[in-house]
């Protein structure tokens, strides 16, 4: 790819976004906002953290998404008996009595964790390393895994009876938590449409490998505005309780705020924000779009909050005041 300044390849980026965007939506009905959401993330080299009851597409965006970009895909079933093996892959003797390395699902470019807080801990945080290093450990040796890669875990709010909540430490991994709602009844129609019919969409391969990871560098590139520095660090402060620069809110609401990680992530989603919207730069209004699902799964509210009906969004709705 020879582009002949960043501002070219930028307006490059933002077509090819558009065309990606178009042939997921042959397979995809609505949930505009999620797909864009996926691509920022996959361009921001995060992770999304997929929250919805059954029956909404979830596994299906992944595996559109995996094939207009022209990456390797995995799906991994959490369940109660999964170990870190399945995930990773083990070490077997072969017939010449060596120990051999066969690798596990963990080892394709979009990783689909379908119903992650299925499994206990111990296998959930199988995980904490491949989505922060890029690698993982098996038996004292370390496996590089294959960029791009990007691990998109879906979870169901409605049924919590044998599940195991996420550890912090892996939630802040996520750069994004999506909540995805029902279409409404014109895209339901659609929906049924399509899927009751012979109607079989094929969606194209839009973009390859190395133009995503030569596209995540340029992202990284942009630069960005002092102002809009300090108002995505002020952000996140703020909803940290008990501290000086303290959101009234959240010395009210919250019990734990966010940490620096959602400071990188706002910078880097208003980034590739910007970038989709033909814009060089980010300003405050690109932060303020993904500021949402960045912060909602990084602050906890109080008792006070719950026993209110005072919902995380609407705590973040008037730190964005």
């Known amino acids: 790819m020879q582009?002949?300044?960043?501002?070219?390849?930028?307006?490059?980026?933002?077509?090819?976004?558009?065309?990606?965007?178009?042939?997921?939506?042959?397979?995809?009905?609505?949930?505009?906002?999620?797909?864009?959401?996926?691509?920022?993330?996959?361009?921001?080299?995060?992770?999304?953290?997929?929250?919805?009851?059954?029956?909404?597409?979830?596994?299906?965006?992944?595996?559109?998404?995996?094939?207009?970009?022209?990456?390797?895909?995995?799906?991994?079933?959490?369940?109660?008996?999964?170990?870190p093996s399945d995930i990773v892959g083990t070490e077997i003797l072969d017939q010449t009595r060596n120990f051999k390395f066969i690798r596990g699902p963990i080892f394709a470019n979009i990783i689909l964790a379908d119903e992650i807080n299925r499994t206990p801990p111990k296998t959930q945080s199988a995980l904490l390393e491949a989505m922060q290093?890029?690698?993982?450990?098996?038996?004292?040796?370390?496996?590089k895994l294959t960029e791009p890669f990007f691990v998109l875990a879906t979870q169901n709010p409605i049924e919590q009876e044998g599940t195991y909540p996420l550890p912090e430490a892996q939630l802040d991994r996520f750069m994004f938590n999506i909540w995805l709602d029902y279409p409404s009844f014109k895209e339901e129609i659609d929906v049924v449409k399509n899927t009751t019919s012979t109607y079989e969409a094929k969606p194209q391969v839009v973009i390859s490998a190395e133009e995503i990871l030569y596209f995540q560098n340029l992202i990284r590139k942009i630069p960005v505005p002092e102002n809009v520095y300090e108002y995505a660090v002020k952000l996140a402060v703020k909803t940290r309780p008990n501290r000086p620069e303290s959101h009234q809110w959240a010395n009210e609401y919250l019990t734990w705020g966010a940490?620096?990680?959602?400071?990188?992530?706002?910078?880097?989603?208003?980034?590739?924000?910007?970038?989709?919207?033909?814009?060089?730069?980010?300003?405050?209004?690109?932060?303020?779009?993904?500021?949402?699902?960045?912060?909602?799964?990084?602050?906890?509210?109080?008792?006070?909050?719950?026993?209110?009906?005072?919902?995380?969004?609407?705590?973040?709705?008037?730190?964005?005041?």
């Open 259 to 321: 940490g620096p990680r959602a400071s990188q992530y706002l910078i880097i989603g208003a980034k590739c924000h910007a970038a989709i919207n033909g814009k060089y730069s980010p300003d405050i209004e690109d932060v303020k779009s993904v500021a949402v699902s960045i912060l909602r799964h990084r602050i906890v509210r109080n008792y006070k909050a719950e026993a209110n009906g005072i919902s995380i969004e609407k705590i973040i709705a008037e730190f964005l005041k």
């Open 133 to 143: 290093e890029k690698a993982i450990t098996v038996a004292g040796q370390n496996y």
């Open 3 to 83: 582009y002949k300044s960043d501002v070219e390849a930028i307006d490059e980026f933002g077509k090819k976004i558009k065309i990606l965007q178009n042939e997921i939506a042959k397979v995809i009905v609505g949930q505009d906002e999620v797909v864009k959401n996926v691509i920022i993330s996959i361009f921001s080299k995060g992770h999304v953290l997929l929250v919805g009851v059954p029956g909404l597409a979830k596994t299906l965006l992944v595996n559109t998404i995996s094939r207009v970009l022209g990456l390797e895909y995995s799906r991994i079933q959490f369940t109660p008996d999964l170990m």
